[in-house]
């Protein structure tokens, strides 16, 4: 069978999405199936010839790009999949819909409500205002969607999505957490052995919450004197990070790694004590599985996605404070090490339901039942629609954009006349 992996970014780029889609094309083409990966950009010198990239425009510094419409031979190629399985709502599902021939599959990787707040500095309100009209309206572009927890199966239902939700959770490969290639020690930073190290693994980003992690951190230490914080990774905010860490002076007590290869991830989690985040902004995060996987109990905030994975009081400790509550369980767990060692085993066992293979089986399963029963034949909206058409995006932007009706205006490029000006080159290409 033939499988299409639609996604707006990918490798050299890591993140949670890159990564998914790199385990499923490894494991799914280990049991036969032939994968193409449909991205966006310039070409990578590590892409093969399963990698096919679209020329488009860059938007972020994170390496995504948004095109009007995918390359005349990528279309072409689009056309040839059994299963096309999109893993971006813009410049994925739509896409995958509109030159594929076969049933759509959509995975929602994000919590788009809380990063158009995050991101676009949005007011909620009027980040809600577009997720309930754009998140149902690109998932009705493919005939499954996946949700990875079910939580958040449940806020895609409550924003008004109206295709078909099954929850297949992510998975990892769980064997270089079990016995990491090549441990690190604390002794490899400057740390004695009886210091308590907490650590956080991702993106050091706004909707990460790292700031708030760090004042957290400042109040546990304080209490707890050997407790130290390490943050693996980097993002857009490690410079006022670093400033924070200065201002609050403990500068030897948090320590940068920088960007850390995702295969060397499980090195550093093995010397750790605690896995740490304050991030609320997950759909089921790969960090957090890992955390178990590594044997470390996981102290965060209690939100979708993390709480469907952390039971509070047997693997980890959850908190609906953040304010507060995060440093209480820090020192909770820092000055209790026979607590620790009791939930560093129950997290390994539970996260053996957060094999990748498991992940992976369900999939396929979901890939033969709708390449037997081609549910995309039967669907209203045939192949080959486009979102992007000048009535729909009038009809859909004069909906949701009402600035007379706010004391927060959306930005320009929401309003109608910036997206609906007249380029008629550029129309002639998206017909």
Same mark, same amino acid.
């Given at each position: 069978m033939r499988i299409g992996m639609v996604t707006a970014v990918y490798k050299p780029v890591v993140n949670g999405v890159t990564r998914m889609v790199e385990l499923y094309r490894h494991y799914l083409e280990a049991a036969g199936y032939d994968v193409t990966i449909f991205t966006l950009g310039a070409p990578d010198p590590s892409d093969d010839d399963h990698i096919i990239r679209s020329p488009g425009f860059q938007v972020s510094d994170r390496g995504y790009y948004l095109t009007p419409g995918f390359s005349r031979a990528v279309q072409k190629l689009m056309r040839q999949m059994d299963i096309l399985h999109s893993h971006h709502l813009i410049m994925g599902v739509e896409m995958a819909h509109r030159y594929g021939r076969c049933p759509v599959i959509y995975t929602n990787h994000t919590r788009y409500d809380l990063y158009g707040n995050a991101i676009l500095n949005l007011p909620q309100s009027a980040a809600d205002a577009i997720l309930r009209q754009l998140w149902p309206d690109f998932c009705d572009y493919a005939d499954t969607v996946i949700a990875p927890s079910e939580s958040v199966r449940q806020i895609m239902l409550d924003f008004g999505v109206r295709t078909p939700i099954l929850t297949i959770e992510n998975g990892i490969e769980l064997a270089a957490f079990h016995q990491p290639p090549q441990p690190r020690r604390k002794a490899d930073f400057g740390l004695a052995d009886t210091a308590v190290l907490l650590l956080y693994v991702g993106r050091l980003a706004p909707e990460k919450d790292v700031d708030g992690l760090i004042d957290q951190f400042a109040i546990a230490a304080d209490v707890? #004197? @050997?407790?130290?914080?390490?943050?693996?990774? @980097?993002?857009? *905010?490690? &410079?006022m990070l670093v400033a924070q860490v200065h201002q609050l002076g403990l500068k030897d007590r948090v320590h940068f790694t920088g960007p850390v290869p995702a295969a060397e991830v499980p090195d550093y989690m093995v010397m750790a004590d605690i896995f740490v985040t304050a991030s609320v902004s997950e759909v089921h995060p790969l960090t957090v599985i890992e955390a178990m996987a590594a044997g470390l109990p996981v102290v965060a905030v209690s939100s979708p996605g993390i709480s469907d994975s952390v039971e509070s009081g047997q693997t980890g400790l959850l908190t609906t404070r953040p304010d507060g509550g995060l440093a209480a369980?820090?020192?909770?767990?820092?000055?209790? !090490?026979?607590?620790?060692?009791?939930? *560093?085993?129950?997290a390994r066992a539970a996260s053996d339901r957060y094999d990748i293979r498991r992940t992976v089986a369900l999939t396929q399963a979901l890939y033969e039942q709708l390449n037997a029963e081609r549910p995309d034949l039967k669907r209203k909206q045939p192949h080959g629609r486009r979102y992007l058409y000048r009535q729909r995006v009038q009809s859909t932007l004069n909906r949701i954009?009402? !600035? @007379? &009706? *706010?004391?927060? #205006?959306? !930005?320009h490029w929401f309003n109608p006349e910036f997206w609906l000006r007249d380029r008629r080159d550029q129309h002639d290409q998206w017909k």
């Open positions: 707890a #004197p @050997d407790l130290h914080l390490m943050l693996v990774g @980097d993002g857009l *905010s490690r &410079e369980a820090m020192v909770g767990l820092a000055l209790n !090490p026979a607590r620790r060692a009791q939930m *560093s085993a129950a954009f009402k !600035p @007379d &009706e *706010s004391e927060n #205006p959306l !930005p």
